[in-house]
């Protein structure tokens, strides 16, 4: 069984039910701070909730933007319009119409027609009536936008500045976004124009606050101001009753402020236009005809196709999410056992190289450390040298405590039922793939061949198998029902044993020390001193003036002393001192390092 693999499929099965799950945890943290605000009950925000996934299905997206939008609403509005769902739907779709023409900016349409609305002082009271109003100040600004030459964003900045002036003037929302639209022809958009608007508002509102000397000018040439500063008159009449006027650009520059009187002149001069205009962008349905065009392209289907799979995942997340954090904690758990696993493996077949080693490989590998100081500069070495030394102390602690051996074979025997869970996990979760896409087969099937019901029940299946909730809930049940405890113990007792008939193997091939070896005259397996054939008997033992591998031993005794002579006869020749020895067998030592290296490697 390849562990790696098996730990990657676990990894990417747990990933892939995650993402599964990750639009409904979107939506439900979305509907739970929209409810933070909005206070209302369970049921109404599932009202809410099915709008927004709605809209996301008609308009593209995602349902939680969607939801977001509904809490700008309501916030920017107050509580009384929340409590209309069929209002606040409403209000919903004209965003995402409006946002359609500002590049899919839901935010900015949201803010556009909000401030719209607050600019103007619309009655929020009524929450129909307030849908209606938002549905109307769409369409203006989308046929003001299509019309003239300043885009929706740049109108809902403008209106920012000028909305409440032009509110206290009297101007229509049509005539505002006309005015706009002649003055971002002239160059102004945006807040530019919002401000030059309002600045030319204020000063068109009396006479009184008109220089002396402008006052004067302005009666010889026969401008009524009062018809100037009348809010009951449309604002193009005002204007022309100002045009009178406008021949002199000292007298303009005088009642308007240099710093206006380009606006003042862009009104002045686009009358006509903007009367034109009021009457185009007046009862249209621009919006949701530009919109429609926008939406048939390949991109907005592709948007609205995910979103409709996406309110397929928030279907099974309302299905099953309660279990989401178990299946992720279980994944997470099983692909960590499988990693473990597999590194037990690794190390398995580590420990056992290292027991292969001589000493002799070891001396070699110190000599050759200790004699390469660029090679340990490498930080790599320092890794495989901290790798090395945690095998070695294992083995170590492996050969040398019976309470280590328990406890590394009882935590195996723990570790190999998580395996068996996650085994059986993962053949349910194939099984269930298979049965779920069969299931989804006949529910097609039937729901081609009029069998609604039947197609509903074979896709709820379906959705069920797919969804791995059986295999969670069984290998929740494995899980609870296995007994952690107990397979410790099976271990640890596994690892006495093995540790028991360890030190039989080490009794068995126990080897005579030093002084047993003198006693025996040098033979593993010689007879005791008394025998008569040693050299504890006071005699020469036999061959006693022979010698063996440079080693000669003797003996003679009487009465109760006796003595041992011993003679070492120097066997490494043609050296000619101890430094040229040591350099000698530093060499050998380095090359068979350097050949052991090599072969490892």
């Known amino acids: 069984m390849d562990l790696k693999a098996t ?3 676990i990894r990417d099965l747990t990933n892939q039910f995650e993402e599964a799950m990750q639009p409904g945890m979107g939506f439900e943290v979305q509907m739970k701070n929209v409810q933070s ?3 209302q009950t369970d049921a109404e925000m599932e009202r809410l909730g099915d709008s927004a996934r709605q809209l996301a299905k008609d308009f593209g997206g995602d349902a939680s933007a969607q939801l977001e939008s509904f809490g700008s609403i309501i916030a920017q509005f107050g509580p009384a319009v929340a409590k209309d769902n069929d209002a606040l739907a409403s209000m919903g779709h004209d965003v995402s119409t409006l946002s359609k023409l500002m590049q899919n900016d839901a935010v900015g349409a949201m803010d556009a027609l909000t401030t719209s609305m607050l ?7 009524n929450p129909k009536q307030a849908a209606a109003e938002m549905t109307r100040m769409m369409n203006v600004m989308a046929a003001a936008g299509n019309e003239g030459a300043s885009e929706v964003a740049d109108t809902s900045e403008a209106l920012k500045n000028s909305g409440i002036a032009a509110k206290n003037a009297n101007l229509s929302f ?3 976004n006309a005015a706009l639209q002649a003055l971002a022809q002239a160059g102004s958009k945006g807040s530019e124009a919002g401000v030059g608007l309002r600045n030319v508002l204020g000063k068109m509102g009396g006479i009184d606050i008109i220089p002396r000397k402008a006052q004067e000018k302005l009666k010889q040439l026969g401008v009524d101001y009062d018809i100037v500063s009348d809010k009951t008159l449309p604002f193009a009449t005002r204007l022309r009753e100002l045009k009178k006027a406008q021949g002199d650009a000292t007298l303009i520059a005088q009642i308007f402020g240099i710093e206006n009187e380009k606006s003042a002149m ?13 009457q185009a962008i007046t009862g249209t349905n621009a919006a949701s005809e530009s919109a429609a065009i926008v939406m048939d392209s390949q991109t907005e289907s592709i948007s609205r196709m995910t979103a409709w799979v996406n309110d397929l995942k928030i279907g ?3 299905a099953i999410g309660g279990i989401t954090p178990f299946v992720i904690g279980l994944g997470t758990i099983a692909f960590t056992i499988a990693n473990v696993a597999a590194a037990a493996t690794g190390i398995s077949k580590l420990i056992t190289f290292v027991k292969s080693l001589t000493i002799a490989t070891h001396l070699q590998t110190a000599a050759q450390w200790l004699l390469n100081a660029a090679f340990w500069a490498n930080p790599v070495v320092w890794i495989v040298a901290g790798i090395a030394a945690l095998i070695a102390t294992i083995v170590v602690c492996w050969n040398k405590f019976e309470g280590f051996r328990k406890v590394v074979m009882g935590v195996w025997e723990v570790v190999k039922g998580f395996g068996g869970i996650l085994k059986d996990f993962v053949i349910d979760r194939i099984k269930g793939i298979i049965s779920g896409l069969g299931a989804m087969g006949e529910a097609i099937y039937k729901l081609f061949t009029g069998d609604f019901s039947g197609a509903w029940e074979s896709a709820k299946q379906g959705a069920r198998d797919l969804s791995g909730y059986d295999a969670a809930m069984k290998a929740k049940e494995s899980f609870s029902n296995m007994s952690i405890s107990g397979l410790y ?4 007792a596994k690892g006495a044993a093995s540790w028991a008939e360890s030190q039989k193997d080490k009794e068995t091939d126990k080897v005579a020390g030093p002084l047993e070896m003198f006693q025996t005259g040098g033979q593993q397996g010689a007879p005791p001193a008394g025998t008569g054939d040693g050299l504890a008997t006071g005699g020469k033992k036999k061959g006693g003036k022979g010698s063996k591998d440079g080693v000669t031993l003797g003996g003679s005794g009487s009465g109760g002393g006796k003595s041992i002579v011993m003679n070492i006869t120097n066997n490494f020749t043609g050296f000619r001192g101890t430094r040229e020895m040591a350099e000698e067998v530093c060499k050998v030592i380095n090359n068979k390092l350097s050949d052991s290296l090599a072969i490892v490697s």
């Not at 600019?119 to 009271?125: I, P």
């Not at 113990?489 to 640890?492: I, K, L, Q, S, T």
């Open 37 to 39: 605000i909005t206070r």
């Open 174 to 176: 049509e005539e505002t």
């Open 7 to 9: 730990a990657d499929s």
């Open 266 to 278: 862009a009104l002045l001069n686009s009358i006509d236009a903007q009367e034109e205009m009021t």
């Open 119 to 125: 600019q103007f002082g619309v009655d929020l009271t």
């Open 489 to 492: 113990d099976e271990g640890a």
């Open 316 to 318: 099974l997340f309302n």
